[in-house]
């Protein structure tokens, strides 16, 4: 089966921009998540849905930052307008049902650099 | 709240043996699943092992094992017979109950070197 995809897998974008992420979980996962990884902060939960609906959005740091799940196999993160302290890798991950059993896969992530 | 502490920032261990990568947590949650991820320099998120609050015996994956000693609120990874391509970082983690919602806490990750 195909793991989570994400793309684009690297990007580097000037300051201001818009910069717009996907993801496509896998198959029968109803949980998806994003998550931010940056040496300092290590890896923080941003946003996830259930069942393409946002549960728990505390942890996107600010109105720039959006995140939508139009479907069951296709979500995006955009951030708009980018600023330099916004680069970092951007994981998508998804799990097949919520419960503290199952596992959560991620994709390979997104680097960006904004500059 | 959710707290997923790894206290080794780098471990280095030479190849063949074995090395124990700590992590102790806190939480509330009656139910809860700890994870590991390693996370090699190409940069991907790799699942490892799980291991339930309420499983008796501790979870083996191959050259993976989970110590596990609940009262003392541990999650040791174990990796038997280090190999060269084992060089990454590791993170602990957990998932808990629905009130803390479904989402993975990450300790900060130990970044190990197995060495020829």
């Known amino acids: 089966d195909a793991g989570v995809i994400q793309s684009p897998r690297h990007e580097v974008t000037e300051m201001g921009q818009e910069v717009t992420l996907r993801c496509k979980p896998i198959s029968g996962h109803d949980y998806l998540f994003w998550y931010r990884q940056t040496m300092m902060r290590g890896l923080e939960l941003l946003i996830y849905f259930n069942n393409n609906v946002p549960i728990d959005d505390s942890g996107m740091p600010e109105d720039r930052f959006s995140a939508k799940m139009p479907n069951a196999s296709f979500s995006t993160l955009k951030i708009q307008p980018s600023e330099p302290r916004d680069s970092a890798v951007y994981f998508c991950?998804?799990?097949?049902?919520?419960?503290?059993?199952?596992?959560?896969?991620f994709g390979e992530g997104s680097w960006l650099t904004v500059v | 709240a959710q707290k997923i502490t790894q206290t080794q920032p780098g471990m280095f261990v030479q190849e063949k043996e074995a090395v124990t990568l700590d992590c102790t947590y806190d939480?509330?949650?009656?139910?809860?699943?700890l994870f590991w991820y390693k996370q090699p320099s190409s940069g991907e998120m790799i699942f490892l092992i799980y291991?339930?609050?309420?499983?008796?015996q501790n979870a083996t994956e191959g050259r993976y094992s989970l110590n596990f000693q609940k009262a003392r609120k541990s999650a040791n990874l174990v990796i038997s017979a280090s190999q060269l391509g084992d060089s990454a970082m590791y993170f602990c983690?957990?998932?808990?109950?629905?009130?803390?919602?479904?989402?993975?806490?990450f300790g900060k990750g130990t970044s190990l070197l197995v060495t020829p």
């Open positions: 983690a957990m998932r808990g109950s629905p009130d803390s919602g479904y989402a993975l806490n």
């Open positions: 939480t509330s949650d009656p139910s809860y699943g």
């Open positions: 991950a998804s799990s097949r049902t919520g419960g503290s059993g199952n596992t959560i896969y």
């Open positions: 291991q339930g609050s309420y499983d008796q």
